[in-house]
């Protein structure tokens, strides 16, 4: 079936792929040259930061590029070049030998379809079974992707899956046709850390049983790391290096993909000491900008040499199946992006600056059967039930959860975006008005807010001066003249030149629109900023960036943090303390290092050992959490937990609300767990 | 100085653009930061005729720019150009068309060619003067309502409701058979009707945008809600604003046309395309000629402001001009 001269498990070869886009807004070029292998029972992984062509690649291996575009360079599909493959014969090999999963499972399938037939069409369509056997075979395949009561799961619209489910139901789809290459793209973006970890162990599975090669593209280094055998990292529409995934994590040969690696936040080591990450300065070579002869890399890279600009490095042989587009592979080394420094948050023992008691948020009301009267039938959503916490001055507190854990709501009632229904909250030992609206100058001045997507937190009609300059006047004071001074010198801080003041948002990448947020955040005097996931919609080299500013920012003024995400190994970077949040409900809360180390509450364990790692070797805890974020519109009447908890004692947890234990090194620390913190402390070590 | 600019482009401009160029303008002129605000008048003004130049590259755009540029110059110049003088009786009654009168004469012998020339101007400026207003009401009402939301929302809109589900026309004619008939009247007529569909419109666009985070911020700043809706959400409207502007305008001219046909437009002798296919009705068999110069006139309108928005908002999705394939 391969032709002479051909590795017998080589599937697919990419050759100098390269694809330019036509679009209103000029040409790009989001491919430029990406040359890769994949091999039978193997997963590639195909890592880069946004923009660099990787979901582009995978496409043009589909055929499914949108819009005018112009392919060039060689494909070869079991040693054949698909160019001269005709029409029907392509169609053929797409259809069923090539199989994709998509970023959004939800997209994927249709709304009004029973999820069965469904899969049941694609059977019938490929591969003509006939419907008794299609039926068969389904209930095979949700078998094989791990989904719970394969039988009757068929039977259910999309809408009634959780995220997760979805996603299996699409990698079962995927999988109909016993496909020889499935193509991955970002399947588990989307989804929670603890159903990501499901996925991906399910992706790791499959990689034995099936005999197909899968090129899995993702942003995330320690997704990849997880499932990878071999990776190859794209920059600038270019495959810059490729090695098997041990040996790039461990020796990367690219001032990139070192770098990549350097932004990463790591767990800390055994003695507990943690190296402060480092960003990439500079921006990625725009797609938009023509191909040159130089390295696409150099004006960011600490190697850079005049070779680098005058002449376009080739792909390296670096050793061992390892290749590097540098000429000055062999200096890459550890350190090359600054020093590795001890990272040790500021822990100053300060009195408490935001004291929250009881703070409630219900979203809706009860709703009757018709209108205002009748029995009560729809209950409101319990977004937050009762959370306390401390916010002290100069520190930071992070809050992790899932989504639908409450994290927003928090920063929004703090905010007074949204009125809280009940709880006490206190500034300085001033009471907070539910509403921003209400609140003195003085209040509103002290507590500042960075939102998650920064394109939307800037207004796209009005130059970046905006905000900080009405900011400085509505809070500060000043006058017109002073506060564009002013703004100046604040984006100067946040590492912008000023002469940005005068754009528009939209002339900004997304890195420089969150640092304009920053700025508009430092304005004022805040003496508390809410980051409400404030770095994950980044990329990870800027994200180191952002998180620097934050923290100098911190050192200089004093001001604290609550940091919000849903990344946990950010979050253990950043935070003096950390909430972990579940269902609206505090699981666990106090000093970062005693949260999360042994005893520690079984969700917390559970994020923990589902959060992926940049590091091949990292030993993959067991922890998995079955099922989905319950609907907050039940009153629980025993642990919130309870439903999801892979220690769940008994019916106690059914039935009595969790104590909250003090954890064993310090009082601050607690525990809502029946479980008594020495028996944790023994089950986790 | 932002007005010179305006005022230097010669050919003049489709109004309803007019409208909302002018309305950028006077947006940013209170910034006060003259050179931003100048540099931001001329890209404003940029970006309109580059909208035309977008539109003339879909076969859409490039009947129907032609079509609305030769209603505008009709519109402003028809009495000079016009061979005859509306109201002059020229010939003989209803003579059929010929090289003297290029689309025949009526039933008192005046030239329609002429007629329908010197009606243009006061039809345009009728629909474009109530589109504009029925936008300006819709979108104060509209966006006002959106972001208080909650019960006020509720009311309003409910209000609102009511106004629509009276036919537009009969509500018309219920308005100015009270007030009286004339150009002001009108005017307000069609603005008042068109007040509850663009508000719907301008609520929905106002309800999105309303959580966006840079509303949050600004409600975090303490700014006062006008500001927020005027100066944050309405810069964020104007593509929306733009596409309700034309089809509003449209709807107008119909309108507009429509009251004339019933007698309530602009009263005679001064010529009206409606009340002219009204008033040809009688002889419609024995001259159909009188009907067609002034529907010939109303269709075009319609459907070259209808094809000048299809165009623009098609061209936005072409390749940029100039690039190899």
Redesign the interface.
Known sequence: MTEAGQDTNSLVQVKQLAVTFYTPTGTVRAVRDASFEIMRSEVLGLVGESGCGKSTVAFAIMGYLPGMHQVEGDIYYEGKDINDLSASELRKLRGNRIAMVYQDPATCLNPSMRVGPQVEETLKMNLGLDPARAHERTVELFESVGLADPENIGKRYPHQLSGGMQQRIVIAMALACDPDLLIMDEPTTGLDVTTEATILDLVVDLKKRVRAGILFVSHNLGVIARVADRVAVMYAGQVIEQAPARELFRNPRHPYTAGLLSCVPQPPSAEGTVTKLTGIPGVVYEASKVDIDACLFAPRCPLAADRCTAQAPGMEDAGDRHESRCFFWRDVRKGLWGKEVPWEPVSRDTESLLCARGLRKFYGRWQRKYLFFGPRVRPPVRALVDVDFDVRSGRTLGVVGESGSGKTTIARTVAGLIPRNRGELRLHGEELAPEVEDRSRKHRDALRMVFQNPTASLNPQLPVSHAIVRSLRKLVGLGRAESRKRAAELLQAVGLDPGYLGRLPGELSGGEQQRVALANAFAGNADLILADEAVSSLDVSVQAQVLDLLDKHQKEQGTSYIFISHDLGVVRYVSDDILVLYAGHVAESGPAGSVLKPPMHPYTEALLSAAPVPDPDARPSSIRLPGAVPTLRERFQGCFFAGRCPRKIGAICDRTPPPGHTGSDSDDHVIYCHIPVDELLRLQE | MANQDRLELGPPQPADSGVMASQAVTGTART?LLR?TNARATAALGSLLGQFRLALRTPAGRIGLPLVLLHLIIALAGPWLAPYAPTAFVGSQLEPPSWQFLMGTDQFGRDILSRVMSGAGSIIAVSVAGAALGIALGTLVGMASGYKGGRTDEVVMRVMDGLMSFPSLLMALLVLTSLGANAANIVLTIGVVFTAPVSRVMRSITLSLKT???V????????PVPYIIF??IL??T?PVLAVEGSVRLSYAILLASSLGFLGLGVQPPSPDWGLMISESRRFIVVAPWVALAPAVAVATLIVGVNLLTDGIRQA?????EG?Q?
């Open positions: 006060g931003t966006q985070e840079f949050q911020s600004a409600r975090m700043r303490g700014e100066r944050e810069p964020n104007l936005r999705t072409l390749p940029r690039t394939v």
